[in-house]
């Protein structure tokens, strides 16, 4: 049975209604998306659902983590199916704020977020995105106030920037993160990956198995150099132009040289045609 959630579009109606969930001291947690949802969103509502008494959705494609060059105006926009997921879903309310409610004219304060954020990854290719994404996050958490806000890891530089972020500004959220959910092939589930044609999509899931095998490798004590090195050309073989492929520690996502300096991730960047796919997985 699915439950219609109650859809708030002004800050007034969104705190009303968050104000109607605390009753009887409900906890709150917040899942921040840009809509478009599949099994990956639904897995993080899921993962809401067990840490806290009531949830909010809020969907809200967000124009300042967008450079001019990039996909906001053909973003994919399913508002209906999405409703329909989150009903399913039982969830409570839709928080889905217009550009203007977000933005209103004469906005002019921001979030610079600097640790993770500047770190030489999505940052070095998408300099405009942190920034974008903690002055909308930054927001999100002051509308909403959960107890509780739960990120993907597919996205784990952002994860780690909005942690630091909630922490460093005290607001008074705990952020969770996520596991990734795949397709049966291993390809990270993203709501880009509809932009992929039929042979870029045989394709994608090449980065995931090279990750893996960097992995493997990196557990068996290979070198850095070695291991990587021959991941990033697994990736190229398959026909995708590489970002980065990194190998970083897994808090500070400072570059590690040496598998056993503490926990580690890769993470990489890759396009294939016009798609931008990122991914990561733990060593
Ligand atoms: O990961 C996303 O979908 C977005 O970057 C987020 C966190 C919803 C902010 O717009």
Redo the contacts with the bound molecule.
Sequence with gaps: MSRNPMIARTVPLLRRAVDGLRARKATVALV???GALHDGHVSLVRLAQRRADKVVV?I???PA?FAPTEDFGSYPRTWKADVGKLAAEKVDVIWNPGVKIMYPDGFATRIVPEGPATVGLEDRFRPHFFG??AT??GK?FTQVRPDFAI??EK?FQ?LRV?TRMARDLDLGVKVIGSRTVRESDGLAMS?RNVYLSPQERRAAPELYRAMKEAARRLKAGDDVATAMAAGAELIRAAGFALDYFELRHAETLVPVTSADGGPSRILAAARLGKTRLIDNVAV
Aim: no cysteine; hydrophobic share 45%.
């Design positions: 921040p998306t840009m809020s809200f494609v967000n983590q974008g994404v909308v996050v999100l990120f993907g996205d952002q909005v709501s």
